[in-house]
């Protein structure tokens, strides 16, 4: 989920820009330490769709771990 297919960059952006509009606190300091880590490792934007897998992970219970 790191690089989408090229198909799905205007739905990519949209959700990279959408996340990046309300995320706050903690969420958004996350998602400023991975858009930096990958703008230095591999020198592109982060991908909107691994934002927003990072936001489920960071709010996934106990019963949805096992249901994935």
């Given at each position: 989920l790191r690089v989408?297919?090229?198909k799905w960059?205007?739905?990519?952006a949209k959700i990279r820009s959408a996340l990046t509009r309300v995320a706050t606190g903690e969420?958004?300091?996350?998602f400023e330490l991975l858009a930096e880590e990958e703008r230095v490792k591999h020198q592109r934007q982060?991908?909107?769709a691994y934002?927003?897998?990072m936001v489920y992970r960071r709010f996934?219970?106990?019963n949805s771990e096992s249901i994935l």
């Open positions: 989408c297919k090229r960059d205007p739905l990519d969420i958004l300091k996350m982060i991908s909107g934002m927003l897998r996934q219970t106990k």
